[in-house]
């Protein structure tokens, strides 16, 4: 016999079960690795040359930063450690929010190494 439902929470109703069974779930299956949620353009088989064509058009642009994609998260995520007491990471969900992220990093590395020369 279930435990009786506390007092301060409510049965669950059928809308809620059914609401609950149609959720994805990202779970292990058994035996292999967890698998990423699927892409929203899964259908698409150009949205990885897209992305392989803006990944080499941000690295050709910004040099001195590492930039990746991220499959499980859908996101460009950028790291520039030429200062050595701290290094930026930015995360962001397309290249030109990236890339406005990445001026903005850039301006405040300048401010605090003026000279290119007293960089590291």
């Known amino acids: 016999m279930p435990a009786p439902m506390p007092p ?3 049965e669950p ?3 809620d079960l059914t609401e609950r069974s149609q959720r994805p779930r990202h779970r292990r ?3 292999g690795p967890a698998q990423p949620p699927p892409r929203q353009d899964a259908g698409s088989s150009g949205s990885s040359a897209a992305i392989d064509r803006d990944l080499d058009a941000l690295q050709a642009r910004w040099p001195g930063w590492v930039i990746t994609w991220g499959a499980w ?3 460009y995520t950028a790291f520039e450690c030429r ?3 701290r290094c930026t990471v930015l995360e962001a969900g397309s290249p030109d929010q990236l890339q406005a992220a990445m001026a903005k990093a850039e301006l405040e590395l300048k401010a605090r190494w003026p000279r290119s020369d007293e960089r590291p």
């Open 29 to 31: 299956s058994r035996g």
């Open 73 to 75: 998260r859908q996101a």
């Open 8 to 10: 301060d929470r409510e």
């Open 13 to 15: 109703t059928r809308e």
């Open 83 to 85: 200062d050595p007491l």
